[in-house]
Nanobody, 123 residues
Framework: EVQLVESGGGLVQAGGSLRLSCAAS????????IGWFRQAPGKEREGVAC????????YVADSVKDRFTISSDNAKNMVYLQMDNLNPGDTAVYYC????????????????WGQGTQVTVSS
């Protein structure tokens, strides 16, 4: 059974940094993508960045690509989201998800989700 567990959220001042971690387990094949998404109150869930396990390809959404970086430690089955120069607009619950079919940042393509971790950025 696929399981995803996020950690690393918290309260940070504007301009600060956080690193989120996603522990992924239960995959039979290495042909999956781990994506980071966020959902602010009253807004739809949006894709932030993703990592393809099969070839190490990464993608970061244009809206955050100058501040966020996605990386992985395959030996530990971990995917990280480094977030720098945070601003209050980044406040949201951050989720990691697994897409078993391809590489995208489309919510409906993701079959599995973690429980989320809260990121709050104060001004």
């Amino acid at each position: 059974e696929v399981q995803l567990v996020e950690s690393g959220g918290g309260l940070v001042q504007a301009g600060g940094s956080l690193r989120l971690s996603c522990a992924a387990s239960g995959f039979i094949f290495d042909t999956y993508t781990i994506g980071w998404f966020r959902q602010a109150p009253g807004k739809e869930r949006e894709g932030v960045a993703c990592f393809a396990r099969s070839d190490g390809a990464t993608y970061v959404a244009d809206s955050v690509k100058d501040r966020f970086t996605i990386s992985s430690d395959n030996a530990k089955n971990m995917v990280y989201l480094q977030m720098d120069n945070l601003n209050p607009g980044d406040t949201a619950v951050y989720y990691c998800g697994a897409d078993l079919q391809g590489m995208s940042l489309t919510v409906v393509d993701y079959e599995f989700w973690g429980q989320g971790t809260q990121v709050t950025v104060s001004s």
